[in-house]
């Protein structure tokens, strides 16, 4: 069973945080993914490995790939804990909007 802890340290890395950018748009072939990067094969491999341990992708064999799926329920779960302190960043956003309208 993954954690919330497993989850934050997976978002922790960059190249991860790709990966899920690039798999909420489609479901991707494991290769399709690597590609995309400056990483060795095994690398992305891994990567994948760690968001699938965390509950954040699944896979499925078609034919010789692996097509990795983007699995949203534990960002839910960040959401909700997340929830309580978007007070602090929307007076933020709200005050640099209000900055931004006094500069036009």
Do not use: C
Request: hydrophobic share 45%.
């Amino acid at each position: 069973m993954t954690t919330s802890d497993d989850v934050f340290l997976a978002l922790a890395n960059p190249v991860r945080r790709r990966l899920l950018e690039l798999l909420a748009a489609e479901p991707t072939a494991a290769g399709e993914l690597g590609a995309r990067f400056a990483l060795s094969r095994s690398s992305v491999a891994e990567h994948l490995k760690v968001l699938k341990d965390a509950g954040l992708v699944t896979d499925e064999a078609r034919g010789r790939h692996r097509i990795y799926h983007l699995t949203a329920a534990p960002l839910a779960d960040l959401s909700d804990w997340l929830h309580p302190f978007e007070r602090f960043w929307r007076a933020r956003l709200t005050d640099i909007a209000d900055i931004a309208e006094d500069l036009e």
